[in-house]
């Protein structure tokens, strides 16, 4: 089984950065497809991210230009880079491996807000 752990979240003002990552253990990480995804109160959870196993990058539209995913094969981790951050980016980020079966994390809060 491959558990994954979010970290990095936090309060930011509009603006600035922060570095989410997702260390993964319990399988093979190279095999698996990297995701990141968020929800907002109200809102549906969204494909922000993701990169696949032979390191091809998706963004979501609202994201794009801004955000950067990005995986680090030997630590079993997994980045998203998130510049420029505005109010609505605030969500709950949550790490998805896919390749047979799919495994999610608990996710880490970004609070972006004056």
């Known amino acids: 089984q491959v558990q994954l752990v979010e970290s990095g979240g936090g309060s930011v003002q509009p603006g600035g950065s922060l570095r989410l990552s997702c260390a993964a253990s319990?399988?093979?990480?190279?095999?698996?497809?990297m995701n990141w995804y968020r929800q907002a109160p109200g809102n549906q959870r969204e494909l922000v991210a993701g990169?696949?196993?032979?390191?091809?990058?998706d963004y979501g539209d609202s994201v794009k230009g801004r955000f950067t995913i990005s995986r680090d094969n030997a630590k079993n981790t997994v980045y998203l880079q998130m510049n420029k951050l505005q109010p609505e980016d605030t969500a709950v980020y949550y790490c998805?491996?896919?390749?047979?079966?799919?495994?999610w994390g608990k996710g880490t809060l970004v609070t972006v807000s004056s």
């Open positions: 990169i696949s196993s032979a390191g091809t990058t």
């Open positions: 319990g399988s093979i990480f190279r095999r698996y497809a």
């Open positions: 998805n491996a896919n390749w047979v079966t799919s495994y």
